[in-house]
């Protein structure tokens, strides 16, 4: 076997999905189709479930600890709705000092499982001159700014080709069932591009403008790894940011986690709204 695809315990990534597997559908059972991930003070919507069983990530195989405030890593599955649904209350980062390999490990797991559909969701410093805080945007496209990218280093045919076409990363079904839920609600849901950055410093006002012009609308430190991962796998992807603050020399004053944190609070009920009527027609 090729060096390159083993880790340092000597394992390929296949048998530690497989290993991941085993753990979770002898949990679960069978893996709901559609996968949600709550970011940064997302994590009321599990409110609105009927759970069925839970996991933490430390019980599963090759899952790393999320170490960030208001990412409580666990797995859940459960009714939202009509329909059964699995939700990572939490994520990795790549700023937390894990490589790209094990950001998005969860995700390959996962989708390994059979999950096919992926609701992606974070928090988000606004760029866009137009953007407020508390609003939602649905993610078109994203510029990876991180520096890397999950897919460096030996391909496993067994997850996707060795050169991902990028052009329709955001499923464009999904995005346009999401924006036709979003118009029923009456809940604003702007539209735009997705620069995702690794931090954990938050940006410069001069690499904000920067950003901007290169045509990024929102940014932040997470989304871009799992999209790329998810994508490679050929799975359907959407993906929502809440607009938490706006980014440096945008708005006037500091940023900090909290108020991120606080912000994500008062997105909660329309973002709640929004994913429980998307579980359903995707369902459909």
């Known amino acids: 076997m090729n060096k390159r695809i083993l880790d340092r315990g000597g394992h390929s990534v296949i048998e530690k999905l497989e290993q991941a597997k085993k753990v979770i559908l002898g949990k679960f059972g069978e893996m709901p189709k559609t996968l949600i991930t709550l970011g940064s003070g997302l994590g009321s919507l599990l409110e609105k479930m009927k759970i069925e069983a839970e996991i933490d990530f430390s019980q599963i195989p090759h899952f790393k600890s999320a170490t960030v405030a208001g990412h409580f890593g666990k797995l859940v599955v459960g009714k939202l709705g009509t329909q059964r649904v699995a939700c990572l209350k939490g994520r990795l980062h790549y700023y937390e000092g894990y490589s790209m390999d094990e950001v998005v490990f969860p995700f390959r797991a996962l989708a390994w499982c059979g999950a096919q559909t992926f609701f992606l969701s974070n928090a988000a410093g606004g760029i866009h001159p137009d953007m407020k805080p508390g609003e939602l945007m649905l993610i078109t496209d994203h510029i990876n700014v991180m520096g890397n990218n999950p897919l460096i280093g030996a391909n496993h045919e067994k997850l996707g080709t060795r050169f991902p076409d990028m052009t329709q990363v955001y499923s464009i079904e999904l995005r346009t069932k999401l924006l036709e839920i979003a118009d029923r609600q009456g809940v604003k849901l702007r539209q735009g591009i997705y620069a995702g950055v690794h931090g954990p410093s938050y940006e410069t006002p001069a690499e904000v403008n920067m950003l901007r012009r290169l045509g990024a609308d929102a940014i932040g430190m997470s ?15 959407v993906a929502v940011s809440c607009i938490t603050n706006l980014a440096a020399g945008v708005g006037e004053g500091t940023l900090n986690h909290e108020e991120v944190l606080s912000a994500a609070k008062h997105i909660q009920e329309s973002f709640s709204l929004l994913v429980e009527e998307f579980c359903n027609v995707v369902s459909e």
């Open 223 to 237: 989304t871009v790894p799992e999209a790329i991962a998810l994508n490679h796998m050929g799975k359907k992807i």
